[in-house]
């Protein structure tokens, strides 16, 4: 079976802008921080898909240190971007760039 890691991410919330990059108790964003956990537990594909905002470009720097793929797609409709970024893979598993949390038995 075709297996993808998809990061949902964009910087642009209204209630909390560039929540992703936040700096908790890591030594990398939020988002460093997920995509470093995942690397670890996986050696599926792993694509950060985020919105074609001017925004969100910077998220493209991150995915190329971190060496994953990148997808840019709609802003407002999430599930076009993720049905986009994930197209011929069969089994998605999505996780939002805000949660650092990896739980290994589930990918």
């Known amino acids: 079976m075709k ?5 949902q991410c964009r910087l642009s919330s209204e ?9 908790l108790k890591f030594n990398r964003s939020i988002i460093e921080e997920l995509i470093f956990r995942l690397k ?12 074609t905002n001017i925004e969100d470009k910077f998220l493209k720097r991150i995915a190329t240190n971190y060496k994953i793929k990148f ?4 802003l407002t409709n999430v599930r076009q971007r993720i049905f986009f970024a994930s197209k011929g893979y069969e089994n998605i598993y999505r996780f939002t760039a805000d949660n650092p949390i990896v739980i290994e038995e589930l990918i």
Do not use: D
């Open 15 to 23: 209630r909390l802008r560039n929540k992703a990059l936040f700096h």
């Open 71 to 74: 997808f840019q797609g709609s």
């Open 40 to 51: 670890q537990y996986t050696k599926n594909p792993i694509i950060l898909a985020t919105s």
């Open 3 to 7: 297996n993808i890691i998809v990061i």
